[in-house]
């Protein structure tokens, strides 16, 4: 007598073959469980990805802001030596492949804000040269700062060790 209360005798065979039979899943199970976790996977992995494009947007940023404000620094001093008004464009460096450009131009012309011979306008633009063709698009990615420098004598004597 079986625990159920019945008299019914299985023999192996008979459950050697109800267990082959539920060994694996149904199709229709595999596509729900697939289903399932494409519904979950694809808008993580979607996420994870922006979350790494942000990421390094970032860290391009804090770069250029960093090279910005060196090239400021440059121009500043070598203006407020020698009073030369120049425009310059060049190459900061690499990071991951892609290039990054700077614009430099300094003035001392009411149209750009300054006064000549007082006060130069020292305006500079670095950039994300993402299609690598040497100028800015305003798709790229970009740091400008701008500053004013005032001609004293100071700083020339300064320059010049007098």
């Known amino acids: 007598m079986r625990c159920d209360g019945s008299d019914r005798v299985t023999s192996h065979k008979t459950v050697r073959r109800d267990y082959l039979r539920r060994a694996g899943q149904t199709m229709l199970e ?28 970032l860290r391009h940023y804090e770069w250029l802001h960093c090279r910005c404000v060196a090239k400021v620094e440059q121009a500043m001093a070598r203006t ?36 000549p011979g007082k006060l130069a306008v020292i305006d500079v633009l670095a950039y994300r040269d993402q299609n ?28 010049n060790d007098r």
Do not use: C, H
């Not at 001609?151 to 320059?159: G, M, V, W």
């Open 30 to 57: 595999l596509i729900a469980a697939t289903t399932i976790i494409s519904v979950a996977i694809v808008p993580a992995l979607r996420l994870i990805r922006q979350r790494i494009e942000v990421s390094s947007d």
């Open 80 to 115: 407020s030596a020698s009073w030369l008004m120049t425009t310059q464009q060049g190459v900061l460096g690499n990071v991951d492949r892609t290039p990054f450009r700077y614009a430099l131009v300094t003035s001392d012309q009411p149209s750009a804000g300054g006064v």
């Open 132 to 159: 690598r063709n040497g100028t800015f698009d305003s798709n790229e990615i970009k740091v400008r700062l701008a500053t004013k420098v005032a001609k004293t004598l100071t700083y020339q004597e300064i320059a």
